[in-house]
């Protein structure tokens, strides 16, 4: 095992390198566009993954269009509102602290990942409330679903379902439930994620100049912000005049 | 093992910091945009309606890819990737959709 292999601070000012660079970069930069790479490969893969559940979507919404304008009016506009805002708000704070690990601001970069996770965790709780909804009327596609309310409606302005059509907002909330909470489940990883990055980063880490975790979760976290961007108007806007 | 005590590794320093600034104007732009999007779900366009949502979501995950992600300050290797996952989601919904439309659309 040769010297080199040894990331100590004094051999690597030896040969005029930072010691977060590894051996097999010749530079700094080319190491961070490397590693920027491999993560926006791994998105490519999630877009795919989301992809698929977009282009269900995109068919039965096609197909039984009625189930889906029925399905949407049952999702709270404001609830989602509030949500795209904190979401949007935690890409905010998430970009600031790439940019304060960027000019090696310790305090600055734990606020910031603070702020994210406690946002995050509000979305999480929003969804929550909405998700134990669904369960209260019956709308939780399997056994207990109950289509009384699109063939009867409380409101005066729903228009009234068909039975055969009126099973199909199953459809709808099956996509509701698996695409949001597919979404759910990346956040609470991301919020995970970001748990651990918080503590490195109150010791010290990605304030000395290698910052690119910080960089690469950020990354990961505007996706997940992304998703929701589309997942909004596509479940919750659906002819809403 | 390559000697670089000879010759000190060069920092090439393409890595440019995105202001707080810019962060905060494309910010103002994607709540702008929410709002936007809100209140178009309320005004009948008939078949325009989702067209409308889709294009503003496209233009607010167009802002955060470009900004909060820095792809606009990106090399041209970062640029292709990402067109490379657009392209391929393209191909995706394409090709699924030929599919149904050449065979089963209106058979549900």
């Known amino acids: ?13 030896e040969h005029g390198h930072p010691a977060h660079l590894r051996h097999h970069f010749e530079t700094v930069e080319q190491q961070r566009e490397a590693s920027s790479f491999g993560m926006w490969l791994f998105l490519l893969t999630e877009i795919m993954f989301f992809g698929g559940l977009f282009t269900a979507y995109l068919i039965y919404r096609n197909w039984y269009y009625p189930a889906f304008v029925a399905g949407s009016h049952q999702l709270n506009i404001w609830l989602g509102g509030i949500n795209t805002v904190v979401l949007i708000t935690s890409s905010f704070t998430m970009a600031m602290g790439v ?11 734990v606020l910031a990942l603070g702020a994210t996770l406690i946002l995050g965790l509000v979305f999480l709780g929003i969804k929550a409330d909405e998700y134990h909804e669904k ?24 228009t009234p379902l068909a039975y055969d059509m009126a099973e199909k907002t199953q459809m709808y909330f099956f996509l509701y439930f698996a695409m949001t909470g597919m979404h759910a489940l ?15 980063a109150w010791g010290g880490a990605y304030t000395d100049g290698h910052m ?13 912000d992304i998703v929701w961007i589309f997942l909004f108007p596509l479940l919750y806007l659906i002819s809403r005049h | 093992m390559a000697e670089h005590a000879d010759h000190p590794v060069a920092e090439h320093h393409a890595h440019h910091i995105v202001s707080p ?68 989601f393209l191909a995706l919904i394409t090709m699924t959709l030929s599919d149904y439309i050449s065979r089963a659309w209106g058979l549900w």
């Open chain 1, 1 to 13: 095992m040769d010297s080199h292999s040894i990331a100590t601070e004094q051999v690597h000012a």
């Open chain 1, 99 to 109: 940019w304060c690990a960027e000019m090696k601001n310790k305090s600055g970069l």
């Open chain 1, 135 to 158: 369960w209260e009327k019956h709308h939780i596609p399997g056994a207990s679903f109950s289509v009384e309310s699109f063939v009867h409606p409380d409101d005066p302005k729903e």
């Open chain 1, 186 to 200: 990346h956040m609470v990883i991301g919020i995970a994620i970001l748990g651990a990055l918080l503590v490195r």
């Open chain 1, 212 to 224: 690119t975790t910080i960089e690469n979760f950020g990354l990961y976290w505007h996706f997940v």
């Open chain 2, 21 to 88: 600034a810019t962060y905060l104007l494309i910010f103002g732009a994607l709540l702008l945009g929410t709002a936007i999007t809100v209140g178009a779900s309320y005004i009948d366009m008939g078949p325009w309606n989702p067209v409308v949502a889709l294009a503003i979501a496209c233009t607010k995950a167009v802002l955060v890819i470009l900004f909060f992600m820095h792809i606009k300050y990106s090399s041209k290797l970062m640029k292709l990737t990402v067109a490379a996952g657009f392209f391929t």
